[in-house]
């Protein structure tokens, strides 16, 4: 594999001479931290598997992180160094098949024209061919998110439509998804091994240390999720993140992107109006 970047980096936890091939969980996030959070329904299906790998793919060199604290006076080398470290970190804690870390600065990832990521992209997924594929949602309100949710479907809709994975989710991080329709929702109980989640997330220091407490705020989204999903029943899980189902936008590469997206606010407003109409009048 021939990626964009030349210091990109493939690192393989157990150093496995074919590392790729036996990957049947794929998550492609932004930054150092998005896999972890996003896609911990993935780890967890891979944990200790013998049939089951999980793959990381990273997008973005972490040079713009904020810092501050112990790393207020971290050059952007020098904090990109850290975060790769971090990233690594989570991948041996995780148990991951391969963690990959492409180095693109932000401007490529959300660039319109710039065919990098996703060709970096169709390469790492030809290589593994995974089952399921976790990525950001694309109502995400970060644009660096949003560019590596485009970049994934492009590259998801050029692969060979026997090769396709059959499950693409779309995955909460800067919005969460409880917005969307009981019935729209695909609702992921990750309420096992709650001490790896912790650990996952608390693996990423500078960002916590910074001022951000990503690993409470992640933890608190999936406890919320699980209470507030039902307010009939008790609680089934105790921890649930939510999703939304990309896989039509893979099977069916003619299916407009936007009007797909738009489709879920538009029935969203519409359960809001039925409910307030039979009130109103």
Known sequence: MKLHNSQARIFVPDQSSDPLSRITHLGVGAHQDDLEFMAFHGILECFRSREKWFGGVTCTDGAGSSRSGDYANFTDKEMQEARIQEQDAAAVVGNYGVMIQLGFPSSAVKSPSDPSLKNDLLQILRATRPEVVYTHNPADKHDTHIGVFAATIQALR???????????????????????????????????????????????????????????????????????????????????????????????????????????????????????TKRLG
């Open 158 to 276: 050029e692969m060979p439509s026997a090769e396709r994975p059959k499950a693409v989710y779309g995955c909460e991080v800067w919005r969460g998804l409880d917005w969307m329709l009981d019935n729209e929702k695909v609702i992921q109980n990750v309420s096992a091994h709650e001490n790896l989640a912790a650990a996952l997330n608390g693996v990423f220091d500078s960002q916590i240390a910074g001022g951000k407490r990503y690993d409470l705020a992640t933890l608190g989204r999936r406890r919320a999720n699980a209470t507030y999903l039902e307010s009939h029943a008790t609680d089934e899980c105790e921890s649930v993140s939510f999703a939304m189902n990309l896989a039509p936008l893979v099977a069916d590469p003619s299916l407009d992107i936007l009007d797909y997206v738009l489709g879920f606010l538009r029935r969203f407003e519409g359960d809001v109006r039925d409910r307030l």
